[in-house]
């Protein structure tokens, strides 16, 4: 899996929400659970499920709930690390001074 591929694919979306909220969690989730943590009724968390699936980024569901793979743990490690101190965070830092700057401009 080329993990930069894969971030960048689901940059943004209920995808990547999900994939952290499982990695949060301690690697698995109820269905129920997820679809709360990423705020979708039943048929977007599936349709999430189902990307995760694709993605090769979660095991087999069960009963129990929605697991995550080995891969899958490390991109949500990946993906908190780049929110907390890296390029994410960078990024929402630029996006904030520039909004800024742009409102302080207008007055």
Do not use: C
């Not at 999900?18 to 705020?39: E, P």
Request: glycine letters at 12%.
């Amino acid at each position: 899996m080329n993990t930069d591929f894969v971030r960048s694919q689901i940059r943004g979306t209920l995808v990547e929400d999900a994939l952290v909220a499982l990695g949060a969690a301690g690697g698995t989730m109820s269905h129920d659970d997820l679809a709360s943590a990423i705020g979708s009724d039943t048929y977007g968390t599936h349709e999430v499920y189902l990307e995760l699936e694709r993605l090769g980024l979660i095991g087999p569901a069960s009963y129990d709930g929605v697991p995550l793979n080995s891969e899958g743990r490390r991109l949500a490690e990946m993906i908190v690390k780049s929110r907390t101190n890296g390029p994410d965070r960078w990024d929402a830092v630029q996006r904030g001074l520039l909004a800024w700057i742009g409102e302080a401009m207008q007055h």
